[in-house]
């Protein structure tokens, strides 16, 4: 079985822009939840999708936006980004929602200048 | 809110030394608990976890954990360490009701010298 891929694995943006990563979770799993890792912060939950909804958000502003679709494949969007944006952010599948062992892509390395 | 804590930001050990890096949490309930580790410009691979059961959890290559609830700790442990074992590794704490929203600890970077 394939892995998590994210695409595309290292962008450069600038203040100001927005930015759109994927994830395309493993075959059979309908739950992805997103990940932002910096070394000041560590690794911080994003927020969770399972079929299609929402199911959990971390601490983090309105810039930040996700969403699913029918074939689990996931998006994360970041509007207005800020120097601070900068980051690798991880996607993480597993098969449902709710403790379960959860596959990590390897993950989308953002670099806000 | 559950919490975690690392106290080891960094530690290094020699090839063969036994090997324990230490994770003690905050939660109110018995909360599902993981190791996970990560290599250089890699993702996050799942070690092992605890649910519930056996307070000894065994994992992938060679390592295991132990839960101990009267010190809120999931010490992870290792007899013989690898050259190959270098890599930082992050404990997490999973909540009940809370999807598979994880909180993780600021990790600890292991150095193994030959």
């Known amino acids: 079985k394939a892995g998590v891929t994210q695409t595309p694995r290292y962008l450069i943006k600038t203040r100001g822009q927005q930015v759109t990563l994927s994830c395309s979770p493993i075959?059979?799993?309908?739950?992805v939840s997103w990940y932002q890792q910096t070394p000041g912060q560590g690794l911080q939950f994003l927020f969770e999708?399972?079929?299609?909804?929402?199911?959990n958000k971390g601490n983090f502003p309105g810039r930040f936006s996700g969403r699913q679709f029918s074939n689990s494949r996931s998006e994360m969007n970041v509007s207005t980004l800020e120097l601070g944006d900068s980051a690798l952010y991880l996607c993480?599948?597993?098969?449902?929602?709710?403790?379960?062992?959860?596959?990590f892509g390897p993950g989308t390395r953002l670099l806000v200048l | 809110a559950q919490s975690v804590t690392q106290p080891d930001i960094h530690i290094t050990v020699s090839e063969g030394a036994s090997l324990e890096l230490r994770c003690n949490y905050s939660?109110?309930?018995?909360?599902?608990l993981f190791w996970y580790v990560q290599s250089p410009g890699q993702g996050l691979q799942l070690l092992l976890k605890?649910?519930?059961?056996?307070?000894l959890v065994q994992g992938i290559k060679g390592f295991e954990a132990e839960f101990k609830r009267s010190q809120s700790s999931f010490n992870l442990r290792k007899p013989s360490v690898h050259w190959s074992d270098a890599a930082e590794y992050f404990c997490?704490?999973?909540?009940?009701?809370?999807?598979?929203?994880?909180?993780f600890g600021g990790g600890t970077r292991l150095m193994v010298k030959p």
């Open positions: 939660y109110g309930a018995t909360p599902y």
């Open positions: 605890y649910f519930s059961g056996d307070t």
């Open positions: 997490a704490v999973g909540e009940h009701n809370a999807g598979n929203m994880l909180t």
């Open positions: 999708y399972f079929s299609e909804t929402q199911r």
């Open positions: 075959s059979g799993h309908r739950s």
């Open positions: 993480a599948s597993s098969i449902s929602s709710g403790q379960e062992t959860q596959y």
